[in-house]
T-cell receptor
Framework: AQSVTQPDIHITVSEGASLELRCNYS??????LFWYVQSPGQGLQLLLK??????LVQGIKGFEAEFKRSQSSFNLRKPSVHWSDAAEYFC??????????????FGAGTRLAVHP | EPEVTQTPSHQVTQMGQEVILRCVPI?????FYWYRQILGQKVEFLVS????????KSEIFDDQFSVERPDGSNFTLKIRSTKLEDSAMYFC?????????????????FGEGSRLTVL
């Protein structure tokens, strides 16, 4: 069965520091992987996605993620965190059904706090 | 930029009452979804909808829940008799048809959610 694990529930970093949020998945075939961000009281915004090809994907707001099949991981990184990055981050794995329907399974999320 | 819109943003209801949450998906999308997030927990899949019928539903989506596309633009989630444990944020999403090779990736676009509080 598909599953997504985000080992870190809370992470606190200083503004300007680098960031890595961990995500491990379990899936029987080639995964479609996503990172979403949720600011307080807001909806889910897609940061980036991996479908195929280059295993290092670039997203919005300066985020990137690297797909490592051997480790079943899709960790999210940012070289320098801004205070506005404080939010909850969700990793998700998607499954395409024939015809293009896509069901997402989400991880439990990592709440990021940024110290000034 | 096209977006998914949801109403109401927040609804408070008494246990046992019926609730309808409304969503306007992106106009050229074909697939529609409802997810929910109980406070402090992960986002959970409820149901997907395509071609005027349910494609898949989770074990959460029991007989108390139903979905409908009553016209060409709206997609609704109805909870017939709400329970305390239905209190959650409900997210609507839509996607186009994705394939592994096309530029259409079937990415889900989410609305900002409808917060349901059952008292």
């Amino acid at each position: 069965a598909q599953s997504v694990t985000q080992p870190d529930i809370h992470i606190t970093v200083s503004e300007g520091a680098s960031l890595e949020l961990r995500c491990n998945y379990s899936y029987g075939a080639t995964p479609y992987l996503f990172w979403y961000v949720q600011s307080p009281g807001q909806g889910l915004q897609l940061l980036l996605k991996y479908f195929s090809g280059d295993t290092l994907v670039q997203g919005i707001k300066g985020f990137e993620a690297e797909f490592k099949r051997s480790q079943s991981s899709f960790n999210l990184r940012k070289p320098s965190v801004h205070w506005s990055d404080a939010a909850e981050y969700f990793c998700a794995v998607g499954r395409f059904v024939s015809g293009g329907y896509n069901k997402l399974i989400f991880g439990a999320g990592t709440r990021l706090a940024v110290h000034p | 930029e096209p977006e998914v819109t949801q109403t109401p943003s927040h609804q408070v209801t008494q246990m046992g009452q019926e609730v309808i949450l409304r969503c306007v998906p992106i106009s050229n999308h074909l697939y529609f979804y409802w997810y929910r997030q109980i406070l402090g927990q992960k986002v959970e899949f409820l149901v997907s909808f395509y071609n005027n019928e349910i494609s898949e539903k989770s074990e959460i989506f029991d007989d108390q829940f139903s979905v409908e596309r009553p016209d060409g633009s709206n997609f609704t989630l109805k909870i017939r008799s709400t329970k305390l444990e239905d209190s959650a944020m409900y997210f609507c999403a839509s996607s186009d048809s994705g394939t592994t090779t096309s530029a259409n990736t079937g990415e889900l676009f989410f609305g900002e959610g409808s917060r349901l509080t059952v008292l």
